[in-house]
T-cell receptor, first 117, second 117 residues
Framework: EPEVTQTPSHQVTQMGQEVILRCVPISNHLYFYWYRQILGQKVEFLVSFYNNEISEKSEIFDDQFSVERPDGSNFTLKIRSTKLEDSAMYFC???????????????FGEGSRLTVL | AQSVAQPEDQVNVAEGNPLTVKCTYSVSGNPYLFWYVQYPNRGLQFLLKYITGDNLVKGSYGFEAEFNKSQTSFHLKKPSALVSDSALYFCAVRDPFNSGGYQKVTFGTGTKLQVIP
C-alpha cells in the first residue's frame, strides 16, 4: 500500500539553526500539507500546497517557515532560524483530487520529531 | 471559520461495551468530516469519512460514525470495544465551500480512549 514517508524521524538542533524536514507524498496525490503536534496534543495546521504554490497557511506559518516541492516527488518544510517553541512532531500529509472537490482523506507520514535546544 | 470540538479529553470504557467518542463541528456550508486514530509515537491513521449520502458511515476496525446535521455532530461509535482500540482519536472537518481555503482540514483536540480489560 502506498504511503507517505518522512525523514528524518528525529532531529536535534540548536536554537537559531536552519532545519529542513523532508517528505515524499503518495505519488498520484495532488494536495500536500504540513501539520505539527506538540507533546502529543492538538494537531495544528501549518500549510497546504497545491499546483506548486501555497494554497493556505496558518498564523503559525510565519516568515521563518517555507515549503518547496523541488522535484516531482519531494515536499520539504524549512525552518530558517529555529526557536525553542518550534520543538514538536511535524507531520506531512497528502490527499488525492477526487473529481475536483478534494473529498479525499489525508494520508499522514509517521512524523519528524524536532527538538530545539 | 471551520472548527471542531471534542468535549471529552478522555473516555474510559470496559472491553466488550459499546463506545462513543463525541465530536461537533462548525462550518459555513456542508462539511466533509473525518475521524483519525493515533497510536503512541505514530502518525494519524484514517478511520472513516462523511462526504454526502447516508448519514451512517462505516470505517476501519469496526468503527462507524453518524452525521447529524441538526445537531452538527459526528460521533464515533463501536458496538464492542477492544483493548487494542485504546488510542488517541481525532475528529476533523473540511469546509469545501470556504473560498478562503477549501483544502485545509481542521482537527479537534483529540480524545484519549482507554478500554479497560
Amino acid at each position: 500500500e502506498p504511503e507517505v514517508t518522512q525523514t528524518p524521524s528525529h532531529q536535534v538542533t540548536q536554537m537559531g539553526q536552519e532545519v529542513i524536514l523532508r517528505c515524499v507524498p503518495i505519488s498520484n496525490h495532488l494536495y500536500f500539507y504540513w501539520y505539527r503536534q506538540i507533546l502529543g496534543q492538538k494537531v495544528e495546521f501549518l500549510v497546504s500546497f497545491y499546483n506548486n504554490e501555497i494554497s493556505e497557511k496558518s498564523e503559525i506559518f510565519d516568515d521563518q517557515f517555507s515549503v518547496e516541492r523541488p522535484d516531482g516527488s519531494n515536499f520539504t518544510l524549512k525552518i530558517r532560524s529555529t526557536k525553542l517553541e518550534d520543538s514538536a512532531m511535524y507531520f506531512c500529509a497528502s490527499s488525492e483530487n477526487s473529481g475536483g472537490a478534494n473529498t479525499g482523506e489525508l494520508f499522514f507520514g509517521e512524523g519528524s520529531r524536532l527538538t530545539v535546544l | 471559520a471551520q472548527s471542531v470540538a471534542q468535549p471529552e479529553d478522555q473516555v474510559n470504557v470496559a472491553e466488550g461495551n459499546p463506545l462513543t467518542v463525541k465530536c461537533t463541528y462548525s462550518v459555513s456550508g456542508n462539511p466533509y468530516l473525518f475521524w483519525y486514530v493515533q497510536y503512541p509515537n505514530r502518525g494519524l491513521q484514517f478511520l472513516l469519512k462523511y462526504i454526502t449520502g447516508d448519514n451512517l458511515v462505516k470505517g476501519s476496525y469496526g468503527f462507524e460514525a453518524e452525521f447529524n446535521k441538526s445537531q452538527t455532530s459526528f460521533h464515533l461509535k463501536k458496538p464492542s470495544a477492544l483493548v487494542s482500540d485504546s488510542a488517541l482519536y481525532f475528529c476533523a472537518v473540511r469546509d469545501p465551500f470556504n473560498s478562503g481555503g477549501y483544502q485545509k482540514v481542521t482537527f479537534g483536540t483529540g480524545t484519549k480512549l482507554q478500554v479497560i480489560p
